[in-house]
Every structure is written in C-alpha cells, then in structure tokens.
C-alpha cells in the first residue's frame, strides 16, 4: 500500500510492537485495539522479526483493517543504536537469513545478561524470563519483567536505570547493523526504509547525516516527540525530499494506539 495515500487519510499508525518482540499484546490482540480506536491503517512493526505479521493480517482480514508488513530494525552508527523503520516487507531468503542470525545473537545475548545478574546477586533463570516473553524473541523488557517480579527493584525503570540500561553493570550489545546495510537489506526485501523516534538518538547532527543516506523517510510524529520536535524533523525531511510518517511506538497499556501528535 503507499504510504504517502495512508499519511494523508490521516487514520494510521505505523509503528506497533506485538508479543512476537517486546510488546505486551499479541498480533491479533493489537490489530482489534486498533480497529477500536478507530484507525483503518496500521503497521505491525517488531523489532527484527516478522514473526507477528501473518497472524495479524488473518485478524485484520476479518474486521477490516489494512496490515502494513513492517520492522524495525537494529542499526548502529557513531556508537548509537539507530533503528529503521521498514514498510511493506517481502520475507526474502537474505532477509530471513539475516534477522535468524539476529534472533541466535539475542538468545546468547539474554544468557550473558542473566549470568550479570546473577553474579550481582539476583538470581534470575531463563524460565522466569520466558514467562513474559511467551516463546517468542527475549528482549530486555522481559528481562526487566522477571527482575521486579523477583523483587529486586521496583519496577522496570529502575532496572533500566541500575542495570540494562546502556553502560550500566547488566548490560550487553546487540548484533546491530549499519544504518546503510540495514537500509539496503529493507530495500532488497522490496520495502520502504524510514528513520524511527529520531529524538531518541539525542544527536540532530547524526540524524542530520542520516538523512544523507538512501533512507526514504523521517519518522516526524512520535508520542515521544514535541510538537516543536515534530516541526524540526518536518523540515528537515522537506530539505531532504524525505518521506514523513509517524506512530504510537505502541508495546504496552502504558500508551495509547494512534496518538502521537499527528496533525494532517
């Protein structure tokens, strides 16, 4: 579907996280939230994994609600993560080849986390993680899950802050590409490649920069970003005959599908 035709309907969302990443809800639970809220449009967007796209469409099928195939996928430049944001995906042999290589780093990645934790003197196990990652990808919010759940902080903030955050004492890289290569592996599965959350890198110059790559567009509306950050990022994508979009960042009952400042 263009997106350019969605933009202007005005009644999308085109970033989701689901149970098959670190979202709370599953694929089908999203897409009725959604169609709820009354969108028409919206983008099932995991962190480097299709896995939650075909049970989603088979909801939206019977409710009447367009799925957008999507990722988000984890980059790295200048020693900050980057993620891109890719559109009406094709699972192609490169790309599923590329995210398993993914999945397997996630998995060792989550063993060596819990050995930290464990050295610190919470002892956590892979079954407590599970629990809330229900068989799909572990990420650090499930992590971060079985944490407080053993009672060793107060809630998943203060995890992130004392141990998983970046530089802190728990904390492991993830396999990360460069924004080019994942730029170039969205479009060789026929997609759209689009910047997410660019407040988020905390560093306008390197988004900036980005901006100078193949990538497509600018993810302009997030709830995370101001208005004034919104018209930042709206003129930059025009300097750059950039695409603009803009989503939820949806993973949980803590945010609300379909609002993120968005004004046609």
């Known amino acids: 579907m263009e997106i ?33 809220k009354g969108l028409t449009t919206i983008a099932i967007t995991d962190h480097d994994t299709l896995d939650g796209i075909q049970e989603a ?29 890719g559109y009406n995906i094709h699972e192609t ?5 590329v995210l398993q290589k993914m999945r397997k780093h996630r998995q060792n990645r989550c063993l060596l986390i819990v050995n930290k934790f464990c050295k610190l003197g919470m002892t956590i196990t892979l079954e407590d993680i599970q629990k809330y990652s ?7 919010p499930h992590i971060a899950k079985a944490v407080v759940d053993k009672g060793y902080a107060k809630d998943t903030q ?31 599965a026929g997609g759209v490649a689009v910047l997410a959350h660019p407040l988020l890198i905390h560093d306008d110059i390197i988004v900036e920069e980005l901006m100078q790559l193949a990538i497509d567009g600018i993810e ?13 990022y709206k003129s930059l994508a025009k300097k750059y005959r950039k695409m603009m979009t803009g989503g ?10 379909g609002e993120f400042g968005f004004e046609s």
């Open 158 to 188: 203060e995890v992130f802050d004392l141990y998983l955050g970046d530089g802190k004492p728990c904390a492991e890289d993830k396999m990360e590409l460069s924004p080019s290569s994942g730029i170039e592996l969205i479009h060789r």
């Open 248 to 257: 939820s960042d949806f993973h949980n009952e803590e945010h609300e599908i």
């Open 57 to 85: 469409i088979e909801t939206a099928r019977k409710i009447g609600i367009t799925i957008i195939p999507g990722i988000e996928l984890s980059t790295k430049y200048k020693g900050k993560t980057i993620d891109i944001l």
């Open 4 to 36: 350019l035709k969605i933009i202007e309907n005005g009644r999308f969302d085109l970033h989701l996280h689901t149970t098959a990443s670190d979202g709370s809800f599953s694929p089908s639970e999203v897409v009725k939230m959604a169609a709820q």
């Open 134 to 140: 229900k068989g799909n990808v572990i990420a650090r």
């Open 93 to 97: 042999k490169e790309l599923s080849s």
């Open 220 to 232: 302009v509306w997030h709830r995370k970003q101001s208005e004034e950050d919104s018209k930042r």
